[in-house]
């Protein structure tokens, strides 16, 4: 295994942990929207962005956004782990004067926008492409959508306006774990023929395994994949991936870890509580 791959995996376990510690003391939920993200997160933030913990405001930094702004847990583990805040705020996730909140809050550094209404990533990542493309800055915005916020219109207009302002600065990755907060997206609202949908608004469109770090680090790596348009990158997930009892548990979107159930969790990803 090269090293940058397994520098990711062992990230993505370290994060998950902290994930699930969180959600167990703070008894709060989307522990599972979490987990699905987890390893895009990490290879983002081992191999791909551009960013600097001790400057996290320069100018040329790639942008995150992650538009499912619920999955904040795990976003906050990776920001804490590259050292962007110290390890210790994370015990105090979801608290009284907490800067880290239950949903992603700008506040934090290393955070480029609040996010946790759904539907208002993409577009205020589209604000950010286009104004560095007008800059004419070296920037790349990156944004992180769940399946279940593609059922919001606001989510299509800015599809839409980044296909014919040609982005190409702007990477789009739909975390698709194919359950949202009711039931399956097939069940709520069905996105099929989802790539061709991308495609037919004028994205270079790609379908990777989100949980195959190899494969997301050598798509990653490539972006923009169009030199003319910008690239959706639709990724194939489990809901809970890494803990055997959540994986593709709907219960999980909602449900936070008792200290039993957390015990066996980190036990899995070779941790102790």
Partial sequence: MPAETQLAEEFSARIRAHALR??????????????????????????????DPVMPDWPDRDRLVLSKGHATSILYAALAERGFFPLDWLTEYCTEGSKLLAHVSHHVPGVEVSTGSLGHGLP?????????????????????????????????????????????????????????SFGTV????????????????????????GHD??????????????????????????????????????EWHYRPPNPSQLEQALKELGYSS
């Fill in 22 to 51: 969180m959600a167990s003391r703070a008894n709060s939920a989307h522990i599972g929207s979490s987990l699905s993200v987890a390893d895009i997160v990490s290879v983002l933030y081992t191999q791909i962005l551009r960013v």
């Fill in 124 to 180: 205020i990542a589209c604000g950010m492409a286009l104004a560095a493309k007008r800059d004419g800055g070296r920037s790349r915005t990156f944004v992180v959508l769940s399946d279940g916020e593609l059922d919001e219109g606001s989510c299509w207009e800015a599809i839409l306006f980044a296909g014919h302002n040609r982005l190409s600065n702007l990477t789009a990755i739909i975390d698709y774990n194919k359950i949202q």
């Fill in 186 to 209: 097939k069940e709520v609202l069905d996105l099929d023929p989802l790539a061709a949908k991308w495609e037919a608004f004028h994205w270079h469109t790609v379908e990777v395994d």
């Fill in 213 to 250: 770090h190899a494969q997301l680090e050598e798509t990653l790596s490539r972006v923009p994949l169009d030199a003319d348009r910008p690239t959706a990158i639709i990724a194939h997930t489990i809901k809970g991936k890494g803990v055997s009892f959540m994986e593709d548990r709907l």
